[in-house]
């Protein structure tokens, strides 16, 4: 009988693949086993089109170490930290995966399982309804968190890394998996950086890395492990920065690592990215100007009379910068809105299924092919579109709805793309 080999994974975006990105990949490498990415699609957390179509990124995952590449399904990949974090946890527990690797602004994975155990706790729960605060979500959550653990610890919910880790955790906790959590202190530039409306930070496009610093958000000393970069020169940017640099007209030769830009370089002289956000503006704002207010009220996520405020803002806002502002609440994060309006031009309406009902593969290495050989999921897995027309309609239709925002994706390519690639791309294999 073949012996299994250990599996590693790894959720992502690769917007575009960086070298902290790399040394994730390297580390999970390192472990022995094969590496599997639980990639979000053509749309991401943000509530934007990827610079680059999944499956030049799912062939950069491939280039720097990566064993398997598997889709996350849109609703999750285009979801807040909470669903994102549920969905990917689910298809690593489908692929088999004993851990998961991740960047995280702390290394300590028992840190981060406290928080996550203490999230769970019906006492956590009658602390965040007790918060009658304005302040939104976050502010909240992570105030009912110090009550319960202390200042020092809960302030890590503030660190957009280390909360997905959180995020991770109270996923495999909910799920039952048996899963380690594997945390990576994460080098060189925060997370954040750029935005779908152009706000973005400042470059050298010459390539040369700059001084910076890099503080975690809030006052106070944060725990034991936790980093907190001095200002001095930085070898890592983040993914948002790379995306303003070549959205700007920069090169990211220098940036990232050298197998990644290759196929990012074809990519570019393909027309096929970099996909900017801007060219899907005026068919969003004309997707919403023509929704009826009831379409409002079945999108995903709402909250506090958010889809008045939204059918309200489509109305007046002739920019998507002017639609964010008109629809933010003080209790509402600009992130959220984004992904709210995302969530109407794509047509994702609650309810939606809680996990991933299949685990599309769209790429994979000779390793990868082992670890397809040896999956015992309950998961329906899907290599071709014809194996997902054999599932059940409620199967096909999250799978239609990939291939919509897909055919809308192609419209941001600077050579817009035609539809059905989710039809026509094969299967990626590399040695």
């Known amino acids: 009988m073949l012996q299994k080999i250990p599996i590693f994974a790894i959720i992502c975006e690769f917007d575009p693949l960086h070298f ?5 990949l390297e580390k999970a490498r390192a472990l022995g086993g094969a590496v599997c990415c639980i990639m979000s699609g053509n749309f991401v957390q943000r509530g934007a089109p990827a610079m680059a179509d999944k ?7 491939l280039s720097c170490g990566a064993d398997l590449v598997a889709e996350l399904p849109l609703s999750w990949a285009c979801a807040g930290a909470e669903r994102f974090a549920a969905g990917g946890v689910a298809l690593a527990g489908a692929l088999g995966a004993r851990g998961l690797l991740f960047g995280s602004e702390t290394p300590d994975a028992a840190l981060l399982d406290r928080l996550a155990r203490a999230l769970l706790s019906p006492e956590f729960s009658r602390l965040l309804q007790a918060d009658s605060g304005k302040k939104n979500f976050a502010v909240r959550r992570q105030r009912a968190a110090a009550r319960l653990l202390g200042e020092d610890a809960a302030r890590v919910l503030s660190l957009p890394n280390a909360n997905l880790g959180v995020e991770y955790r109270k996923a495999i906790l909910r799920q039952g998996l048996d899963l380690a959590p594997i945390p990576i202190l994460r080098q060189g530039a925060g997370h954040s950086g750029g935005s779908f409306d152009g706000n973005a930070p400042k470059f050298l ?15 106070g000393p944060l725990p034991a ?3 907190s970069q001095a200002p001095g020169p930085a070898p890592y940017y983040s993914a948002g920065e790379l995306r303003e640099i070549l959205f700007q007209g920069g090169s990211l030769e220098a940036l990232i690592p050298g197998q990644a830009w290759e ?29 009826p207010r009831e379409a409002f009220s079945r999108l995903p996520d709402l909250s506090e009379g958010m889809e008045n405020r939204l059918y309200r803002a489509a109305r007046q806002a002739g920019s998507l910068s002017e639609l ?4 933010k609440s ?6 959220r809105v984004r992904r709210l309006v995302m969530a109407a031009f794509l047509g994702l309406q609650a309810p939606l299924p809680e996990l991933p009902p299949y685990l599309r593969v769209i790429a994979v290495t000779e390793r990868g092919r082992q670890v397809l050989r040896q999956l015992d999921s309950k998961l329906p897995l899907a290599v071709r579109p014809k194996d997902l027309e054999k599932l059940d309609p409620a199967v096909r239709e999250v799978f239609a709805q990939e291939v919509l925002a897909d055919d809308l994706y192609a419209l941001c390519c600077p050579r817009p793309q035609p539809c059905g690639r989710d ?9």
């Open 423 to 431: 039809y026509t791309e094969k299967l990626i294999l590399l040695p």
């Open 225 to 227: 492990g936790t980093r």
């Open 205 to 219: 496009p010459t390539g040369q890395p700059r001084a910076r610093s890099q503080e975690a958000p809030g006052a």
């Open 20 to 24: 902290g990105h790399r040394l994730i």
């Open 55 to 61: 499956w030049d990124r799912a062939r950069m995952a």
């Open 263 to 291: 196929i990012l370089e074809r990519s570019l002289k393909a027309g096929r990215c970099p996909a900017e956000p801007r060219r899907l503006e005026l068919p969003i704002l004309s997707r919403l100007r023509s929704l």
């Open 330 to 335: 003080r209790r509402t994060s600009h992130a």
């Open 324 to 327: 964010y502002a008109l629809a």
